[in-house]
């Protein structure tokens, strides 16, 4: 059985920064596609970023790119979000995820397999 659980979420000032944790099992780690999103109220789950094996597999939306950062700890199973210079409109419910099948556009939670139950995150101005 997969489990992913997500941890590090909190209120935080703007400019400030939190590290976000996602601790998977259940699943071979160093295969999959590993995600976040992030969801806020009365929103569509969006986008954050992906990566698959190397930190040079990254891939980030453009609302984040340069100010977050992914990585993963294969030994640890265990993915990480770096997120620095918080802006108000990164607060939202912040979710892992897996993908373990192909899928034509990696952006859409559709693609996903798994999700963790997701870690709030509150910035203010």
């Known amino acids: 059985q997969v489990e992913l659980v997500e941890s590090g979420g909190g209120l935080v000032q703007a400019g400030g920064s939190l590290r976000l944790s996602c601790a998977a099992s259940?699943?071979?780690?160093?295969?999959?596609?590993m995600g976040w999103f992030r969801q806020a109220p009365g929103q569509e789950r969006e986008f954050v970023g992906r990566?698959?094996?190397?930190?040079?597999?990254?891939v980030y939306a453009d609302s984040v790119r340069g100010r977050f950062t992914i990585s993963r700890d294969n030994a640890k199973n265990t993915l990480y979000l770096q997120m620095d210079n918080l802006k108000p409109e990164d607060t939202a419910v912040y979710y892992c995820?897996?993908?373990?099948?192909?899928?034509?556009?990696?952006?859409?939670?559709?693609?996903?397999?798994?999700w963790g139950q997701g870690t709030q995150v509150s910035v203010s101005s």
């Open positions: 995820a897996v993908a373990t099948r192909p899928a034509q556009d990696l952006s859409t939670p559709t693609s996903y397999d798994y």
């Open positions: 259940g699943l071979t780690f160093d295969s999959p596609l």
């Open positions: 990566i698959l094996w190397s930190p040079s597999s990254a």
